[in-house]
Nanobody
């Protein structure tokens, strides 16, 4: 059974940092491209970043470049998203997604003073 479980969300002040994790199980994690998406209240889900199966290539949405870093540890079957210089507009539920189509349940990130 494929499972993707996000964690690490929470409340953070503007300018702060958070590190999200996505623990994967039930499939060969190291074989798949993985991505992060987010969905803010009242908005459509949007792509955040993608990383290749080996971690050798990453891509980011323009608004996240330079602030967010996607990474993975294939020995731990875990995907990460390091988020720095957070802004109130980053408030959203963050989801990890496997290229095979599976989604996690999401973790809430709230950026507020």
């Amino acid at each position: 059974q494929v499972r993707l479980v996000e964690s690490g969300g929470g409340l953070v002040q503007p300018g702060g940092s958070l590190r999200l994790s996505c623990a994967a199980s039930g499939f060969t994690f190291s074989s798949y491209v993985m991505s992060w998406y987010r969905q803010a209240p009242g908005k459509e889900r949007e792509w955040v970043a993608t990383i290749t199966s080996t971690g050798g290539t990453t891509n980011y949405a323009d608004s996240m470049k330079g602030r967010f870093t996607i990474s993975r540890d294939n020995t731990k079957n875990t995907l990460y998203l390091q988020m720095n210089s957070l802004k109130p507009d980053d408030t959203a539920v963050y989801y990890c997604k496997c290229a095979s189509g599976y989604w996690g349940q999401g973790t809430q990130v709230t950026v507020s003073s």
